[in-house]
């Protein structure tokens, strides 16, 4: 069974960026999409974007274009998720998820990776 | 985006209760969607797709129905493992979309 292996916690301050990987165990990134999901203390899943690794392409949730960048690796089997301007309310667990499909589309979200957490805060 | 609204936001109820959650999509979206059970301090899993096809390893008391627009997810006899949230999710259109979620606690 494949598992997506993330990075570690960050701690990062205001107006600074952070990069998070999601790298699958046993496998490769596949022409399944790997989304990138956020959910703050307390509160529900927030979809952020996604790509599908073959072809490089990324698709972002309004809430976060220009400050996104969702980038994959075939070399390394790696997917990257980059956000930038960090204030408090990014303050979240970040979360890599493997579509069901291999369609290249988002389909729904069978794998998911452990999870990071990231704080903003000065 | 296309809003998803859950009812109850949360319960409580007993081990072997019969438990129903609702979700309702702001359009029609056929039936994209998704449910997923998360525990504290886990990832989400799947439970169900494409609204009422059980994911690979799901125990048989989960079950999903509905379209269009009104969806359920059941548990038919509650075990003390299901106490969790449970998320509903659209996949018709980009971007997905998320329920704001309904926690099944312990009456």
């Known amino acids: 069974q494949v598992q997506l292996v993330q990075s570690g916690a960050e701690v990062k301050k205001p107006g600074s960026s952070v990069k998070v990987s999601c790298k699958p165990s046993?496998?490769?990134?596949?022409?399944?999409?790997i989304s990138w999901v956020r959910q703050a203390p307390g509160q529900g899943l927030e979809w952020m974007g996604g790509?599908?690794?073959?072809?490089?392409?990324?698709n972002y949730a309004q809430e976060f274009q220009g400050r996104i960048k969702i980038t994959a690796d075939e070399s390394t089997s790696t997917a990257y998720m980059e956000l930038s301007s960090l204030r408090s309310e990014d303050t979240a667990v970040y979360y890599c998820?493997?579509?069901?499909?291999?369609?290249?589309?988002?389909?729904?979200?069978?794998?998911w990776g452990q999870g990071t957490m990231v704080t903003v805060s000065s | 985006d296309i809003q998803m609204t859950q009812s109850p936001s949360s319960l409580s109820t007993s081990v072997g209760d019969r438990v129903t959650i609702t979700c309702r999509a702001g359009?029609?979206?056929?039936?994209?969607l998704n449910w997923y059970q998360q525990k504290p301090g886990k990832a989400p899993k799947l439970l169900i797709f494409?609204?009422?096809s059980l994911h690979s390893g799901v125990p048989s008391r989960f079950s999903g129905s509905g379209s269009g627009t009104d969806f359920t997810l059941t548990i038919s006899s509650l075990q003390p493992e299901d106490f969790a949230t449970y998320y509903c999710?659209?996949?018709?259109?980009?971007?997905?979309?998320f329920g704001q979620g309904t926690k099944v606690e312990i009456k």
């Open positions: 998820a493997r579509d069901i499909s291999e369609a290249g589309t988002y389909d729904g979200f069978d794998i």
């Open positions: 494409a609204a009422s």
């Open positions: 359009q029609s979206i056929s039936s994209y």
């Open positions: 046993g496998g490769t990134l596949s022409s399944h999409a």
């Open positions: 790509i599908i690794p073959i072809f490089g392409s990324a």
């Open positions: 999710q659209q996949s018709y259109r980009t971007p997905p979309t």
